[in-house]
Structures are given as structure tokens and as C-alpha cells.
């Protein structure tokens, strides 16, 4: 028969697998898991050294689990972990970095030690050149050698705001303003600060501060402008003790509610000026001396008075003041 009659032969589309490619082990199934694995955790499985050609020279398998117990892996795929703490990819426990080692530098670990013991260095008037994340280095000390406002001042917004209450608390408010401190570092000041404070930081304190003034910090404060710097707030939480330190003869008492208590005259406070006569109660009108009606200076200050105030006015007041005799007929 020719060679050219005879049928060319059929190529198979899957060719059989050369002789030396080995099988791969079909790998014993616990009875129960079978429907619950994963196909990837069923691969998985293939290489976890629990085949009998993986035994060492003494027998182990390099595993502890059981002859021919599948292991439980993560919720993730992960493998599991050994005795020695290395899981089957070569990676331990703390293979993504141990918080405590030292070399292992990440953003919460602070600044490198030349760093810190560069701020520690500084003096006074270098703190200027550090950063929000330096300022909190700075030790109570360095601190507390701020010699007054404007060299606090130097330092930025960022630097002071990040100062913590320790530091903050080590501050000497008596010669450095409160102004440059964040409302929140305010409320750490211990009460021997407050208790050093100026009368032109007054403005600075909250409902909650303002208590540990002393009445001798109260009688500091010069007029009434000052005085209404203070909110509201704060001056409506005044104690009666503080304000009857207030010197009412240059402090207006028309920035107290009628609940502070009634300011009193002493050897260190003059009395009630005529501008503040509109503010007194029924009854504290009675308190008035001869002298300081004689003070009003016109009807329309005497008008200010509500009309109860006037009337209470003695007799012998209005023979000292044509003002007061014109209004109440007298």
C-alpha cells in the first residue's frame, strides 16, 4: 500500500502526561469536614507536611496534628501556627512588627533619642524652632523658665497647643499670660496658679476657675472696662466674699447680677458712685449716705433710678440735693 494512501495519524488534544511527572497525593478527608472546606483550603492542605514521604529520619512528619487530620485554618486561609511559632508560609507571630522592639520605628514611636536630647538643650528663647510634635519633650523645667508673655508668645499656635497639663501646670502665670493657652490647657492650672493670676488674665477663666480667686485678686481689678472683659458667665459665679472685694468706686456694679451680693464700702473700697445708684435693690437704696445723693448730678441720672428707689429716699437726703427735692416734690 503507498505510503501517500495511508491515514495521517490523529493528534489527541490532551496528551498524556509524560512518565516522570509524579502524581499528586490525594489527601485523606476527616469524615464531616468534607462539605465544609473550601476548594483553596482543600489545595491547601496538599502541601502541609502530612504525607508519609514527608517524614524526617525519626518518623515525624513535621506536624501535630494526627495522621491524617486535615488542620483548621483562619477565617482568612491562613495557615496555622506551630509550636515553634512560625506558620507554614515562614512567617511568626511577629512577622508585621513587634510594638516593643525599639528598631522597629513606626509613627507612635516617638522621636529618635539625638532628637530628644537636642530639645532638651534649648533654652528659653530657642523654643521657637520647635514643631507641634517637639513642644511635648520639652521637660517641666525648660518650661518653667519661660520669663514672661512675649517670649511665650514666640513659640507657634501648634507648639503651645500640644503642651500637655504637666507642663502647663509647671508655667509662671504671674509673669507669662494665660492668653496663649488653649481653653482646655485653662482648665489645667492648678489653684496656686489661678490664685497668681493678674487681673488682666481674669478674662481667661471659665464658671469653674473663676471660684479659686481670692478676694484680694478681686480688688486688683482696676476699673470696669477690665471688669466686663470677664464673661458673663464668670461674673455671675462670683461669690458674694469676692464681691465684696470689688472697689466699687471704680468698678461698675451694674456688670453683677442682683444675686451677687451687695458690694461694701471700706477703708480699701469707696462707696457707690451716683452712676450706680440705678442698680441698687429697694433695700440698699437705705445704705445711701447723705453725702452720695448729694453726688447726683442731674435728673436724668436721678431718673435712672426706678421710681420705688427715688421714693425711698429720706427727707433728709433731698435737703442735700435740689435734684432729688425737684423730682420727689419734696
Not at 121 to 150: C, D, H, K, M, R
Request: with cysteine; proline share 9%; charged share 25%.
Amino acid at each position: 500500500m503507498p505510503k501517500s494512501d495511508l491515514p495521517e495519524p490523529s493528534v489527541s488534544q490532551n496528551p498524556p502526561p509524560t512518565p516522570d511527572a509524579p502524581r499528586s497525593p490525594r489527601p485523606s478527608q476527616p469524615r464531616g469536614q468534607v462539605d465544609a472546606l473550601e476548594p483553596r483550603i482543600l489545595l491547601s492542605a496538599t502541601w502541609i507536611g502530612t504525607d508519609a514521604d514527608d517524614t524526617t529520619d525519626d518518623g515525624d512528619t513535621g506536624s501535630d496534628l494526627p495522621d491524617g487530620e486535615l488542620p483548621v485554618l483562619g477565617d482568612d486561609g491562613s495557615a496555622p501556627l506551630f509550636d515553634d511559632g512560625v506558620d507554614e508560609a515562614g512567617q511568626g507571630e511577629g512577622a508585621e512588627g513587634d510594638a516593643d522592639d525599639p528598631d522597629d520605628a513606626g509613627s507612635d514611636a516617638g522621636l529618635p533619642p539625638e532628637r530628644v536630647e537636642w530639645i532638651h538643650s534649648l533654652n528659653y528663647s530657642q523654643f521657637n524652632q520647635l514643631t507641634a510634635e517637639e513642644s511635648p519633650y520639652l521637660t517641666t523645667q525648660q518650661v518653667g523658665s519661660i520669663p514672661n508673655s512675649y517670649e511665650f508668645s514666640r513659640m507657634s499656635v501648634e507648639a503651645r497647643a500640644a503642651l500637655a497639663p504637666e507642663q502647663v501646670q509647671a508655667l509662671q502665670v504671674d509673669k507669662v499670660s494665660i492668653g496663649y493657652l488653649t481653653g482646655a490647657q485653662v482648665g489645667h492650672l492648678t489653684t496656686d496658679q489661678i490664685e497668681d493670676l493678674r487681673w488682666s488674665d481674669f478674662r481667661f477663666l471659665s464658671v469653674n476657675e473663676v471660684d479659686d480667686l481670692t478676694p484680694e485678686q478681686i480688688a486688683t481689678i482696676p476699673n470696669s472696662y477690665e471688669f466686663s472683659r470677664m464673661s458673663v458667665e464668670a461674673r455671675a459665679a462670683l461669690a458674694p466674699e469676692q464681691v465684696q472685694a470689688l472697689q466699687v468706686d471704680k468698678v461698675s456694679i451694674g456688670y453683677l447680677t442682683g444675686a451677687g451680693g451687695a458690694p461694701d464700702d471700706g477703708p480699701d473700697r469707696g462707696p457707690a458712685r451716683w452712676s450706680d445708684f440705678r442698680f441698687l435693690s429697694v433695700n440698699e437704696v437705705d445704705d445711701l449716705t447723705p453725702e452720695q445723693i448729694a453726688t447726683i448730678p442731674n435728673s436724668y441720672e436721678f431718673s435712672r433710678m426706678s421710681v420705688e428707689r427715688g421714693r425711698r429716699c429720706r427727707r433728709s437726703r433731698c435737703r442735700r440735693c435740689r435734684w432729688t427735692r425737684s423730682v420727689s416734690g419734696t
